[in-house]
């Protein structure tokens, strides 16, 4: 089949009039912003920033003023709200350039934003603000779009930006973002009335109008334009080079990726930070990692300074065969040797060695960071950086930063106080698990109380509808990135193993497993049939046998992690009528502690929570089970939860929540050097002390 590059996004005009008719002026550039900020075409996640000079009302004068609304520092334009953006006083920004004093002390001029507050706004102003403050029109669109970034990035962008745009449209050459540039930009504006945007080589666009809406459509067509140009030429065009590798099935992509995903987030985790990966493998990424000019096109680095701070300069490419730590070695050595060559006095500190991005042949782009959001966009910045990379070698020759200007870019002290401005990770932040019987109550509560300290879950249940709620619930109140689900039947090798495979595939690995799948029964034991004695074995035996069995592999390519088992009082406390139930329970809590003793040189940590009578929000006793245990003490339905808190030692009811915290306990270091334990959460019952 012939071989036909990707074309480059192309943007369309998505005002609403009638939305928009009801909005005020500052509403008006939300909106603007948040339709740009839709379209990772248009501009990455974070990157970019639009602007308007309103009137204000002065709070000290109560006179008309005029104050600049521009996207605050660290926003992202397709999610912010208003209070996203910083206010300043117009005229006072003004004044700053009398108290500029060149570019060797631009930094400076960041410090001067906040005496320019409008409004007492604790929104940080971002550098852009002079790029912002010094054109004069009232409205300003920012934005990184893949097919002008193309232009501006090839060796000959001037050139290119006049013949694309003609004479509506100007050009700067390469230079950091800051004041200097805000008075460029002016000055050129100022030099060529007529023009109506700015591209800045090696970074992205501007442009303007007197209102919000000819801003945004006026942005959309110098996009489009740019779009239909490339488009034109890549359909003429082979700027990668001829497929070399064909891509891997999806069936042989899972088994390819389950395997190597892991090895590389154990490789690239070694410094103690855990990583968490994400695999892509759109179009674009399979073209650019399957072709024959994948290893010169990456070594060249990215361009737009919005890509490598989020990509690093350049990825890894991991070729056929290649061993995972001389390749990382390889890439190590030259990082920080691109370091040494570049660092200052001044310079923070290396912030490791390691590649954000892994390209694969046949397989796809793999992206780790200390997160899944912050890996999954890493991804998605490269993917905007291969689009670049096939737009201007289309059109011309693609020209990257030079390194030094990438490194200043780096490992600049105002990015590096934006980094020390981040919240403090939740205390589990890059950890993966993987939890059985998450749709019931007490695995849906473990997988809540987990994700609250900051793990990606891998929910797992047999039941797809309550499998769907619960990952619905838990999505409403946290990232979509860290909670994903998958169907898994405990009594089915298959089915494990496919579960595991896909956390691997979906997060990179496991470090926390929770085998929680259950079911209860109740006969007496005459009545109790051989279907109902091997159902329990299956289900609370053999199944936490095969899930650890196939959690084991990942834990000890970590070099360690936590498997924890949910059981019951009832394996250390025989039960009237329970026999099959009971006796399942003590086979599974001493299986806990077999691997607490083979995972132990490994760094595995096996321990076991021992709930008793959750009657609250548990799928177990929504069913026969409550019936059969209330006929088994001779009380009705409804006086059974009375009976079992005022039996208890502590008169409390236990409930799902309680069995959460002590896996959460377990699962963490507050219990690093627990194995072989078990935790009782029963409100107290004299019978299962351990002995």
């Known amino acids: 089949m ?34 740009l900020g839709s379209d990772l075409g248009i501009t990455n996640f974070g990157g970019g920033n639009t602007s308007a000079k309103l009137t204000e009302t002065d709070p000290l004068t109560n006179e008309p003023v005029d104050v600049l609304w521009v996207k ?41 934003l906040p005496h320019c ?5 604790t929104r940080a102003a971002s550098i852009d603000t002079p790029l912002h403050t010094f054109l004069a029109a009232k409205h300003i669109d920012h934005v990184h779009p893949d097919a002008v970034i193309a232009i501006a990035a090839t060796d000959d962008s001037e050139r290119l930006t006049h013949e694309v745009f003609g004479d509506e449209v100007g050009w700067l050459p390469w230079q950091r973002p800051g004041f200097d540039l805000g008075l460029r930009l002016r000055d050129l504006a100022r030099g060529k009335p007529n023009i109506r945007g700015v591209v800045l080589a090696g970074h992205g666009m501007f442009s303007w109008a007197d209102n919000a809406k000819d801003c945004y459509a006026l942005t959309i067509e110098l996009v489009a334009k740019a779009a239909r ?25 899972i088994a390819e990726a389950a395997t190597l995903m892991p090895a590389l987030r154990a490789a690239l985790s070694s410094d103690g930070v855990p990583k968490v990966g994400h695999l892509d493998r759109s179009d674009e990424a399979m073209e650019f990692v399957s072709s024959e000019r994948l290893a010169e096109l990456a070594d060249l680095g990215t361009s737009c300074p919005d890509h490598f701070l989020r990509t690093k300069i350049k990825p890894l490419v991991l070729s056929d ?69 096939r737009g201007a070698e289309a059109i011309g020759t693609y020209a ?84 994903r689900a998958t169907l898994m039947d405990v009594t089915d090798e298959r089915s494990v193993q496919s579960a595991f495979d896909h956390t691997a595939l979906t997060f990179g690995g496991v470090d926390i497993v929770v085998a929680n799948a259950g079911i209860a029964s109740a006969a007496p034991f ?128 236990v409930l799902p929540s309680d069995i959460a915290e002590a896996v959460s306990f377990f699962a963490g270091e507050r219990s690093a050097k627990s ?14 002390f351990t002995r």
């Open 229 to 253: 140009y490339v488009n034109s030429h890549l359909e003429q065009t082979t700027p990668f080079g001829k497929p070399m590798h064909g891509a891997l099935s999806d069936e042989a992509a």
């Open 675 to 688: 194995t072989g334990n078990i935790l009782n959460v029963d409100a107290g019952n004299a019978g299962a």
């Open 72 to 112: 605050g520092s660290g926003g992202d334009l397709g999610s912010m709200k208003l209070d996203g953006f910083s206010t300043l006083y117009l005229n006072r920004l003004g004044q700053l350039e009398q108290a500029y004093h060149g570019l060797d002390r631009e930094d400076e001029m960041v410090a001067m």
């Open 526 to 653: 005459e009545e109790t049939t051989v279907e109902l004695w091997r159902r329990n074995q299956l289900v609370l035996a053999e199944g936490y046998f095969l899930t650890a069995r196939a959690a084991f592999p990942l834990l000890r390519q970590m070099g360690g992690g936590s498997i924890v088992f949910v059981g019951s009082k009832n394996a250390l406390v025989p039960s009237k009528g329970a026999s099959a139930y009971a006796s399942a329970k003590a086979a599974a809590l001493h299986l806990a502690r077999n691997l607490a003793l083979e995972g132990a040189e490994h760094g595995i940590r096996v321990n076991t929570v021992n709930p008793d009578a959750v009657l609250k929000g548990s799928q177990i006793w929504d069913g026969a089970w409550r019936q059969e245990r209330a006929a088994a003490y001779g009380l009705e339905d409804n006086e059974l939860e009375g009976h079992y808190r005022d039996r208890s030692l502590l008169k409390r009811s």
């Open 117 to 121: 507050t409008f409004g007492l706004n």
């Open 321 to 389: 065969g290649a061993d995972i730590d001389q390749a990382l070695a390889a890439y190590r050595k030259d990082y920080s040797g691109y370091y040494e060559r570049n660092r200052v006095e001044s310079s923070p500190a290396m912030r490791g060695a390691e590649p954000v991005i892994v390209l694969k042949p046949g397989l796809g782009m793999m992206s780790f960071a200390k997160n899944k959001t912050t890996a999954r966009i890493a991804g998605e910045f490269y993917r905007n950086a291969i689009n670049v990379m």
């Open 2 to 35: 012939p071989y036909h590059p990707t074309p480059l996004f192309l943007p369309h005009n998505q005002w609403d009039d009638d939305f928009a008719r009801s909005l005020g002026d500052a509403e008006l550039l939300l909106y603007r912003s948040n339709l």
């Open 400 to 483: 990257a930063l030079p390194e030094n200007e990438a490194f200043a870019i780096e490992y600049w002290a105002l990015e590096e106080a934006k980094l020390q401005r981040m919240p403090t990770p939740k205390k589990l932040a890059g950890r993966i698990a993987l939890v059985t019987g998450a749709a019931g109550g007490i695995g849906f509560a473990i997988a809540q109380r987990l994700a609250a300290d900051g793990v990606c879950i891998m929910l797992a249940d047999i039941d797809a509808e309550r499998l769907e709620a619960a990952r619905a619930a838990l999505t409403a109140n946290h990232s979509e990135d860290a909670i």
